[in-house]
């Protein structure tokens, strides 16, 4: 399809600047900046609105990342000390023995004559003015030594889930800022991960903290950058950034593959970029969301396909929807909620709904794990699955034969 500037050495496959790794943060980057500097912003000015904020949005949205770069630019700044936790660790003893082995702070402590031996860190003072006795009263006495130095402490915690470890963390955080100790946390997680946590009233920490959710990417940052990147004319780029639907996996995947054809032929042909995009969205993403739905939750999506392939059209009424599954305006009401808080469909035009990640549909249709379809739907599906299998001539003659049949019908 596309042949600007041919199989040329810059299109090596060893220097690819698109990437599928996760928790990492790529070369080719489209930042979030409004969101990004409402974080940022939030956390450096002299009195923070929030001391605790979550990020969400559904797999492969660019979570991770986006928390691995606010934690880079704030710690970029010299008052700013920065602490990644594991969530499946002991929150508190983990931060306090990841900021005595911090060089610079284990300095500050040693001649603070700070007696962490409690912890297994250090050697017990008999002369002291600072003796924990557990992990947050440790915590409690290293955070004032910052604040007398003028330091301040950022948290991050990538993929957050509600555990007894994390209520002691909330209430331990709560202890703090009530202490105007300088710590604060920016935390990752799906939104019903992140809902649980927060119904949870008494950790008032975290029940306080802000919830961001991640939209799209900038479509048109992401066009110029398969612009200039893939040396792609605008119209190209332009289509290559609609196919994203804006999801950051698709808009490093397409990447990933158109500049890897180019490397071989120099050319970008749609019909195999579609093919390999569907491989790696659905083993990287789709076949973890599929398997955290509920039956319920698949049903609505399966009957969302099954509508729209009757209907040609990507947008499908609500109303229909509700009554292909069978289910109460209360009952669907909840689960449609569900679904769009997951990020997987698109509710924002009234009384319709559509799916928001790009191809997600195919990846219904090409599940062979349907066993909560109907049998009608199920045999929908197969004749769409038939129809894509067959070889383009006989497409052809089955679409003449349809349209000949339409205006027999008409007569």
């Not at 990846?363 to 349907?370: A, G, K, M, S, T």
Request: with cysteine.
């Amino acid at each position: 399809m596309y042949s600007k500037g041919g199989p040329m050495e810059k299109f090596q496959k060893n220097k690819n600047p698109y990437t599928l790794q996760f928790s990492y943060i790529p070369p080719k980057y489209i930042e979030r900046i409004e969101i990004t500097n409402e974080i940022i912003g939030n956390f450096t000015r002299d009195v923070p609105t929030y001391r605790g904020m979550f990020i969400t949005g559904v797999r492969g949205s660019g979570k991770t990342v986006m928390l691995s770069d606010i934690r880079n630019k704030i710690g970029e700044r010299k008052e700013w000390i920065t602490i990644d936790l594991n969530p499946e660790s002991n929150l508190l003893d983990s931060l306090a023995h990841m900021l005595y082995q911090n060089k610079q702070l284990k300095t500050l402590f040693i001649k603070a004559k700070v007696d962490l031996s409690a912890l297994g860190i250090g050697v017990s003072l008999e002369k002291s003015d600072y003796i924990a006795s557990n992990e947050e009263d440790a915590l409690r006495m290293m955070l004032q030594i910052l604040k007398k130095h003028k330091k301040k402490l950022l948290v991050t915690i990538d993929e957050v889930t509600y555990s007894k470890d994390v209520a002691k963390f909330s209430h331990a955080l709560s202890s703090y800022a009530s202490q105007d100790l300088d710590v604060f946390v920016l935390m990752t997680g799906l939104k019903e991960n992140i809902d649980n946590i927060k119904n949870k009233k008494s950790l008032t920490f975290l029940y306080r903290a802000k919830i961001y959710i991640l939209e799209t990417l900038n479509f048109v940052a992401m066009g110029f950058d398969y612009e200039k990147t893939l040396k792609l004319d605008s119209e190209q780029a332009k289509i290559l950034s609609g196919k994203t639907k804006g999801y950051s996996l698709a808009f490093q995947a397409i990447g990933y593959i158109c500049w890897n054809e180019k490397s071989e032929s120099g050319e970008i042909s749609l019909e195999d970029l579609d093919k390999e995009l569907d491989k790696i969205l659905f083993e990287l993403s789709y076949g973890k969301i599929w398997d955290e739905l509920s039956s319920k939750d698949r049903q609505i999506l399966i009957a969302m396909e099954v509508l729209s392939l009757k209907s040609g059209k990507d947008a499908i009424r609500v109303d229909d929807v509700r009554k292909k599954v069978n289910m109460t305006s209360d009952s669907f009401t909840t689960y449609r909620k569900r679904l769009i808080d997951s990020g997987i469909i698109d509710g924002k035009t009234y009384g319709y709904l559509k799916f928001n990640l790009p191809r997600f549909d195919r990846f219904i249709v090409c599940n062979e794990d349907l066993r909560d379809a109907t049998e009608q739907d199920r045999e929908s599906i197969q004749l769409l699955i038939d129809y894509e299998n067959m070889p383009k001539d006989q497409k052809k003659r089955l679409l003449a034969y349809v349209e000949k049949l339409k205006s027999v019908t008409k007569k």
